[in-house]
């Protein structure tokens, strides 16, 4: 099992900035791909973006290229997401999951899920 905790939503205002972090604990001595998924009111959940176990391949939403970059400490247990030039349409909850192995594309392939936090965009 891995156990994960999201920290750092808010409101803020368009054009701001976040850094969401989820923190890992449990079996985190094997590897394992995280991702950051969002759902908005009303949408289904997607997929924001996601990271391997090294850090060196990447995936964004095209929605989000330029203006998000995830990042992980492994030696923390912690993945991080860092949102710039915020919109209203990034208005959503945010979860942190993970799946054992390498990156996965898809949200039933994601075995662990944080509890998600709230990010909230004024115009």
């Known amino acids: 099992q891995v156990h994960l905790v999201e920290s750092g939503g808010g409101l803020v205002q368009a054009g701001g900035s976040l850094r969401l972090s989820c923190v890992a604990s449990g079996r985190t001595r094997n590897e394992y791909a995280m991702a950051w998924f969002r759902q908005a009111p009303g949408k289904e959940r997607e997929l924001v973006s996601a990271v391997t176990w090294s850090g060196a391949s990447t995936y964004y939403h095209y929605s989000v290229k330029g203006r998000f970059t995830i990042s992980r400490a492994n030696a923390a247990n912690t993945v991080y997401l860092q949102m710039n030039k915020l919109e209203p349409e990034d208005t959503a909850v945010y979860y942190c999951?993970?799946?054992?192995?390498?990156?996965?594309?898809?949200?039933?392939?994601?075995?662990?899920w944080g509890q998600g936090t709230q990010v909230t965009v004024s115009s």
């Open positions: 999951a993970a799946a054992f192995g390498g990156m996965k594309a898809q949200q039933f392939e994601y075995e662990f």
